[in-house]
């Protein structure tokens, strides 16, 4: 059940026309941002359709009061929110007195184009009204280079008849949540003022919780061709002026407007005015060609590192493309006081702005593409966060620490008990993403410094969470939710236990390393033995019969069927069946037993690996965003090829095909890897093992090539895989040696081997 | 953890103290209603400390906007809750230009009384203003003879001083509920007026969902002696007038104030103001004395059907009186429109007004000591919302009926999926209600008739809900909450399966002696069979090791500890632990396994049913109010008469003791009949077997005797046990054989048989 309203271009998105109903799902596609503030591809000149009008800035958070049915004991009391910042793309548009609404009016030539190689947003249209026809083009980019700045362009030219035009460039703080609990503003109007540059600043109403609030401001220049200014607008919400003028056929105007928007994240209200000033003399200085040239050139460099390239199939180039200029555009790790959020820049839905998705799904990403330093801020935020993961496990009663399934702070802010008190696998994720750096980028100091302490104390949370069960004889985690959420509140699920008992076995091994650490941790020998003693004798379901692993203690009870007994109609499961029906089902959602067999592949044999894919896999609707890019990697380690490709298409165009029907909310910005994962690390092979990189390539069917760069312990590499064979280049650092296809291979420069069977 | 702010009197409640921090809990206790309407006990004159204001008004309710933290398909579009209605009491009275406030002023010998008798409502106080010193007395009921009546007198005398006394009597709509979702009022007034019946009609507001909007209308009548009329009241949302006087030490006033309340369930709105002015002019008539003998010699007739005394033990006796009290307050089967709400008329908590308590817990009661018509108004109260039910099991996309959690009209309005869902035992309880009721009466005309429709349509809902599990090879239910909401979404929870398997074979056999009707409804031999299967082949877990059902599948993985081993600082464990650790505890809220032994104890040895109480009620909390009753009686049937006792105590005096921390929300309506239970089926041990009555008395230590009145098939019976003999006395009806411990005695006037054991 997909839905495409994007033509198929290698390195674009773009569309020739325009529906109410795709309107929400073309925001979503068409959002751009640059990490310090991002917004859905709303319409400069408004619309009064389904839009859902939405900016963000990074950071810039609100703790929305909580809703729940009933309260339990232990719920957060908020639930923070990415807030809805002021529109500052707003520039309506009069023609003959007429309001410009491509909901109301009939544009004709309609196009929007969104540049993945540079984050340029392009639309233009006719219009009609009365007997005049103009032609409209907007073009518009968030500054890589002045990440405070939003550049725009919009040229109206009057294709036939005369035009009155009018033009009300502005920044609009009338801005709401959709997602707000209730319905409350979350904004309150500092100061305004209007002249040369005029501007907004707001804060964030004063919260009961004690959390920060935030001042932003924003402030606009103008530069106009063809337009005389013919008053300013007059409103406590809004800042900004009306241009003018009268056209007959064959005669344009042009303006530039430019914003700057300045955080109390970064710097103090009381220089603010001055900042946004300083930002817009800046940038007038410089001209809007210029900057363009400037951003452009920045995002060359980020796609010179990080770029895949595909040849032989557009829709897989404009998936991966679309996908790492999307999470590019979120995260790029300039600032380590930030993380990923679900929706990034393009959506309010789920709130919060970490989950788990960053340390399982990103991480490994951001490892291979960009600076280490990168990998080390996504891993210093949790331990900046260890004394609220504290807080947070004795919100349950428990010791050691819990991290968030949803945060801000530091601070659990989700809350359904199945998923705040009971999703508690996260905690694991968070230990592992430690273990994976470390085992990447060979760095020890993250671990032995910081990262001991955040390992010590996800281990006692373990600790406190099991219990032992005397019938069976071994220690158990009862009620959790595991990867797959289509299921509550189950025993045991293998997944949660098997990374707990590997968490407090890793724990000790490292702890073992460093006893002065142990020590200075206050860990004593008794609760060491402990936790080796829970990590030996956990209980961890299988079924000898089946050959599997077990999602958990009944899941074998179940009705088991396979996704193809579904009715399509159906799709998905969680649109269309009740709650009850979807936990009651054998139907997994995302990978269960599967990501932990992703994650600690080394510790199952090739048939143990395929078994557990072929039980699991058939029953697996993929309706999380993260699950196809996993299922893709290890198909392509066991040989299923063409599923792992098929599962490459989805995760790669989970957004530009709308497989969940969900992408009318936002961008699924944490899955945005998953077409990275299922080509680097599935298709290409791609491991570290004891030191060594190593390759296990094949090339798609269809494909006549792809390539990528990897950054591996100083240096770059780049991969190229064909139908015939495969090519390394070290494009800088030291020679290594390189493992492809299980042999060793000495690269010094370049070198390429055959592909295997 | 009791806390006890009432006085032990037989058939009296009483308090001589005020504090504020008890205001709450001493406003429920105080609670008086009639079936038509009521009230907490809220002070006439207004108090603005820590008051929860509440007036109900049977039937009459508003579906709020339901509100949850993440919506699942399937869940209730709205919560129906009791409306808080206009306050009918209010008589604010002014002493020298002073607001009387027993929350700011400094009253002395304040006494407060609710007569169990008849539910009168006595307060007096005494009231210092400056140099004046008055003495102020409350009285007021609420008729059971005439329904629509609320009759107060307050009575104002000067001790010392002199005092310019205003009073204010006026009915009050400004009024909100303190459980509203979305902090929005329910009402509008539609119109008011002044004159010799000021009068204020007001409507439930417009609502999304279609359900009915209700009016209300109310009147007054004043009677006063020693005061002057010196002006109305005006105000949008009040009508009333104010009275005032000048008095001199020794000098008093009095006034009576009558409201009749009358609303649009019974009469068309256009008729209130006529029909309220009748009520009053005939209530002025009879005068407040004659009302009042009418009222208490009604209460007097109920009392002489139902009262329980006990000799020896005036807790229990105050405990068996307050229950039975406040239950008949709430429903005496007038109206079969109406139900038992969890709060009757005291309190707004949980919403809704009929849950399967009234099935389970309160059936039994009305059997015996109401008309038989009582009972069968319940049945027919949900035949009657057969067509909601099944509404309510299609929204899960199951075939058959399945009978709310909670509801007003029929159609569920709790929306927490763990109880929505899955706490799907309530199906078997409006079977079991059936099967009952015919037990009991030998009545089989709702069987045969509407009650086979019922069982059908509940049978379709629980062949459509199990599923067939090829390794266990059985049927198997998965993903319920059992009766211990301390636990949920568990699979195989024994209750569930066994009482689903009941009603699967009791509505084959029904139908087998009902050859037209089953072809009637379109019931196939197929289909039969297909439920006599799964009625036969249904998994139901049980330990042959230890002897005992199994509350579900993986409960004895449990950490299995018995509730000595709990701090008793953190009892209540729902308002000191987290969800997650009384999800994972093995403590369990109320009668699970047993509830089910409970229900069909023929089922099981004397052996197994002792084996499953002493390994189920040591871990049991008992923190729901409907557990103690339930175990109470199971433990009389072991012989656990100490236990019996204890359990009795918990139940009968569970608000009296405030033992579960919360009855300042309103008291525990639907576990009102826990004390008789735990007499009448525990201590006297009454059973009704292939048609016999029978009785199995033991007299608690330190009770003289105790009795109580029965009414079974056209009989009513006396029953007195004492410490040496049971007396059983045949009231009125034919002679009957009666069984006492085993043997079979014929009871034609009066029997005596000395106890066994």
């Given at each position: ?22 309107m929400a ?11 310090h503030?991002g ?11 389904s ?11 609100y703790?929305?009061r909580t ?11 908020y639930f923070?929110k990415?807030?809805?910042a ?13 309001q ?6 009939t544009?004709?030539?309609?196009n929007v ?5 540079n984050?340029?947003?392009t639309?233009s ?12 083009e907007?073009?518009r980019?968030?500054?890589l280079a ?10 109206i030219?009057v ?10 460039p ?5 801005v709401?949540?959709v ?9 309150d ?7 040369k ?10 919260n009961l ?16 061709e ?9 409103d406590?919400?809004r800042?900004g002026?009306?241009l003018?003028s009268?056209l ?5 105007v042009?303006?530039n407007?430019?914003?700057a ?6 710097l103090?209200?009381?220089q603010?005015?001055e900042?946004?000033?300083r930002?817009?003399g800046?940038?007038a200085?410089r001209?809007y ?12 460099k ?27 555009s ?11 959020g ?5 959506g ?6 970490t ?8 991480l490994?990403l951001?490892l ?9 801020s996504?891993l210093?935020?949790?331990?900046n966060?260890l ?6 496990a004795?919100?349950q009663?428990?010791p ?12 659990e802010c989700?809350n ?11 905690n ?7 273990a ?14 910081p990262g ?11 600790a406190?969470?099991?219990h032992y069960?005397?019938?069976a004889?071994?220690?158990m ?6 990867p ?15 990374l707990a ?6 724990t000790?091994?490292?702890l ?10 206050g860990?004593s020998?008794?609760e060491?033995?402990?936790?080796r ?7 961890l379901?299988?079924?000898p019969?089946?050959g ?12 088991l ?5 579904l009715?399509p ?5 969680n649109k ?6 979807i ?14 067999i992703y ?9 143990e690996?395929k078994r557990n894919f072929?039980?699991?896999e058939?029953m697996?609707?993929h ?9 893709s990697?290890?198909a392509?380690?066991?040989?299923e ?6 599962l490459?298409r989805?995760t ?12 009318d ?13 299922a080509?680097?690390?599935g298709f290409?092979?791609?491991?570290v093992?004891?030191?060594?990189l190593?390759?296990?390539?094949f090339?798609?069917?269809?494909w006549?090539r792809?390539?990528f760069?990897?950054?591996f312990?100083d240096?770059?590499i ?12 070290l ?17 010094d ?9």
């Amino acid at each position: 059940m997909t839905q495409r309203v994007f033509a198929v271009e290698p390195w674009a998105i773009s569309a020739r026309t325009l529906n109410d109903a795709d309107m929400a799902l073309m925001e979503s596609m068409t959002s751009t941002g640059n990490g310090h503030m991002g917004m859905r591809g709303n319409f400069e000149e408004g619309y009064s359709g389904s839009t859902h009008q939405g900016t963000y800035l990074a950071g810039v958070w609100y703790p929305d009061r909580t809703r729940v049915g009933w309260w339990k004991n232990g719920y957060p009391e908020y639930f923070g929110k990415s807030v809805n910042a002021m529109n500052i793309i707003a520039i309506p548009i009069r023609i003959n007195g007429e309001q410009v609404d491509l909901y109301r009016g009939t544009p004709g030539n309609f196009n929007v184009r969104l540049d993945l190689r540079n984050g340029l947003l392009t639309r233009s249209f006719d219009y009609h009204v009365d007997n005049a026809q103009v032609h409209v083009e907007f073009e518009r980019f968030l500054s890589l280079a002045t990440p405070e700045l939003c550049l725009q362009k919009v040229r109206i030219s009057v294709v036939s008849g005369s035009a009155a035009i009018e033009l009300s460039p502005q920044i609009d703080g009338d801005v709401y949540n959709v997602e707000s609990n209730y319905n409350e503003r979350f904004w309150d109007v500092v100061w305004r003022c209007g002249g040369k540059h005029p501007a907004l600043s707001m804060r964030t109403k004063p919260n009961l919780f004690g959390t920060p609030q935030f001042t932003v401001t924003g402030g606009m220049a103008l530069h106009a061709e063809g337009l005389n200014l013919s008053g300013e607008i007059d409103d406590p919400l809004r800042v900004g002026c009306r241009l003018n003028s009268n056209l007959g056929a064959g005669e344009s105007v042009c303006l530039n407007k430019t914003v700057a928007v300045v955080t109390s994240r970064d710097l103090a209200p009381d220089q603010h005015a001055e900042a946004v000033a300083r930002l817009l003399g800046d940038a007038a200085t410089r001209g809007y060609e210029s900057h363009k040239a400037t951003h452009t050139a920045l995002w060359e460099k980020r796609w010179s590192r990080a770029a895949v390239l595909i040849e032989g199939d557009d829709e897989a180039q404009q998936g991966i493309a679309f996908s790492l200029f999307q999470l590019f555009s979120t995260y790029y790790g300039e600032d380590e006081r930030l993380n990923i959020g679900p929706k990034g820049f393009t959506g309010e839905k789920y709130g919060g702005a970490t989950y788990w998705d960053t340390e399982i799904y990103l991480l490994p990403l951001y490892l291979a593409v960009a600076d280490p330093l990168v990998s080390r801020s996504l891993l210093t935020y949790r331990h900046n966060q260890l004394p609220q993961a504290r807080t947070n496990a004795g919100r349950q009663g428990l010791p050691g620490a819990l991290y968030p399934m949803v945060t801000f702070d530091g601070l659990e802010c989700h809350n359904e008990w199945e998923i705040t008190f009971e999703e508690i696998h996260r905690n694991g994720a968070i230990a592992y993403a430690i273990a994976n750096y470390t085992r990447y980028t060979g760095d020890r100091s993250y671990l032995d410094g910081p990262g001991i302490e955040v390992l010590t104390q996800i281990s006692r949370f373990w600790a406190g969470r099991v219990h032992y069960s005397k019938r069976a004889r071994a220690f158990m985690i009862h009620g959790v939710t595991g990867p797959n959420e289509y299921e509550n509140n189950v025993n045991n699920n293998w997944y949660t236990n098997y990374l707990a008992a590997w968490v407090l076995g890793y724990t000790c091994d490292v702890l073992d390393e460093l006893p002065d650490r142990a020590s200075e941790l206050g860990i004593s020998d008794t609760e060491r033995e402990h936790w080796r003693t829970i990590s030996a004798t956990m209980y961890l379901p299988a079924d000898p019969e089946l050959g599997v692993q077990v999602q958990h203690d009944t899941f074998l009870d179940k009705d088991l069927r396979t996704v193809d007994t579904l009715d399509p109609a159906e799709r998905p499961l969680n649109k269309h069946w009740s709650w009850d029906k979807i936990l009651r089902s054998c139907f997994i959602k995302q990978a269960d037993v599967l990501q932990g067999i992703y994650l600690f592949e080394d510790g199952f044999s090739p048939d143990e690996i395929k078994r557990n894919f072929d039980f699991y896999e058939p029953m697996t609707v993929h309706e999380s965003s993260l699950s196809a890019s996993i299922h893709s990697v290890i198909a392509s380690a066991i040989g299923e090829r063409g599923k792992a490709v098929e599962l490459y298409r989805r995760t790669a165009r989970l957004d530009l095909d709308n497989y969940n029907d969900d992408t009318d909310d936002g961008l699924h910005i944490t899955s945005m890897s998953g077409g990275w994962l299922a080509i680097v690390q599935g298709f290409a092979g791609m491991r570290v093992r004891d030191d060594r990189l190593g390759f296990r390539p094949f090339c798609p069917d269809g494909w006549t090539r792809y390539s990528f760069t990897i950054g591996f312990r100083d240096r770059l590499i780049a991969v190229q895989v064909s139908g015939e064979d495969v090519q390394l280049k070290l494009l800088s650092g030291d020679p290594l040696d390189v493992d492809l296809f299980g042999r060793t291979h000495r690269l010094d420069d370049q070198i390429v081997v055959p592909l295997a069977g």
